[in-house]
């Protein structure tokens, strides 16, 4: 089969980052995440994911906050079997097939036209899964989706490109859209948007990060009366840090016991509305 891509942008283009990141956990002998269709796309696309420089940590980074993400999802829809799940900017990411669904819940995965146009192509099927075509910025994009059952909304890797003005106006509007429900990102510090400007991890979108980045994981509750936290997950305080390889589990372990320091590398924000 011949696969023609779309030409993507520059935002479009930083799902290869996240996708090739778990792609090279999942050729681990021992993977976090063991995500083996994003593994698939990108041999099958032959995709030269060696000139995004991604280390063994970042790698495997990505691929503990996917887990994370793919954990609450499951919980969520596990409590709420007639669930819509929302998978924001999910590039080609395919975590409706990572997480058990039940017959009963819908996944969105929402992308940019060009990007869903990728997925039809390489994400397999999924018969509770549907891909939407929008601009998250433009507020029509959840006319669609159905507002009267609970929600749970995840964003990996999305935050970043998102004045917190903007990305606070998207969280509202889902808000506002459905009943109840839980919303999940990864979080984005002060410190790790400077470092993003630095590091050779942020090369591939140093110059399309929009975020201000923000420390206090309580901040998204001042834009919503009805966000809550449920939880500011610190990665390095997470159990999965055991599997990690020695060097990096002890990095990490150095680290967990400062608050500070651990909201400066991986973190999972987790609220509910
Ligand atoms: C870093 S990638 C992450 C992709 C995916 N979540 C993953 O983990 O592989 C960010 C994704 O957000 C999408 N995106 C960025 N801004 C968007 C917007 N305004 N509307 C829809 N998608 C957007 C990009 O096209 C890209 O696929």
Known sequence: MTITLPAFDQLENSLWLTLCGRALDNRRDHPLLGDELADQIVRTLDYDYRSLKISPSSAIYIAHRALKLDQISQD???RHPDAIGLDLGAGL????????LPATADWYDVDFPEVV?????????????????????????????????????VADGLLAFFPLAEWS?????????????????????????KAAKIFPIGKAVREIMRSEGFDDPRTPEQWNPKLELV??????????????????RWANKLSAPSESLSRRGNVVLHYRF
Request: hydrophobic share 45%; proline share 9%.
């Open 117 to 153: 146009a990728a997925r039809g192509q390489l994400v397999p099927v999924h018969p509770r899964a549907h891909d939407l075509a929008a601009d998250l910025a433009n507020p029509s994009w959840l006319d669609t989706i159905p507002s009267d059952r609970p929600a749970v909304v």
């Open 169 to 193: 106006a998207i969280l509202n509007r889902i808000i506002d859209h459905f009943p109840s429900g839980e919303i999940a990102f990864n979080g984005y510090s002060t410190f790790a948007v």
């Open 231 to 248: 939880k500011e997950i610190l990665m390095t305080r997470e159990p999965e840090v055991e599997q990690f390889p020695a060097g990096l």
């Open 93 to 100: 990411d395919s975590r409706a097939h990572r997480i058990e």
């Open 76 to 78: 969520f829809v596990s």
